[in-house]
């Protein structure tokens, strides 16, 4: 299994984001998609995660400025990211979990997002 994550870079305080992850190696039903962070000197922590039912869950930190949606058929997940604020910078991993029989938890390369104060 691969995750490759896409869109990370440099944006202003107040500006938009988009990052994308692309799964392959394998079908991904009854999983979980989902986007982490990890600043420098805090743990990882999550962002946002999709079921493959479409349920989405935000960490308090980002509801209200993030959409995570998901296309089953292309095995593809989006975080679109508003109203960027400096403590938003991170490295952002993509990840997928199955947490029923096959279980699996696999993670991507990180992408880092930094904001400007």
């Known amino acids: 299994v691969q995750l490759q994550a896409f869109g990370g870079g440099v944006v202003q305080a107040g500006g938009s984001l988009r990052l994308s992850c692309a799964a392959s190696g394998s079908t991904f039903s009854s999983s979980y998609f989902g986007w982490y962070r990890q600043a420098p000197g805090k743990q990882r922590e999550l962002v946002a995660r999709?079921?493959?039912?479409?349920?989405?869950n935000y960490a308090d930190s980002v509801e209200g400025r993030s959409t995570i949606s998901r296309d089953n058929r292309k095995n593809t997940m989006s975080l679109q990211m508003t109203a960027l604020k400096p403590e938003d910078t991170a490295v952002y991993y993509c990840n997928v979990r199955r947490i029923i029989t096959p279980t699996y938890n696999f993670w991507g390369q990180g992408t880092l997002v930094t904001v400007s104060s």
């Open positions: 999709i079921s493959s039912g479409g349920t989405t």
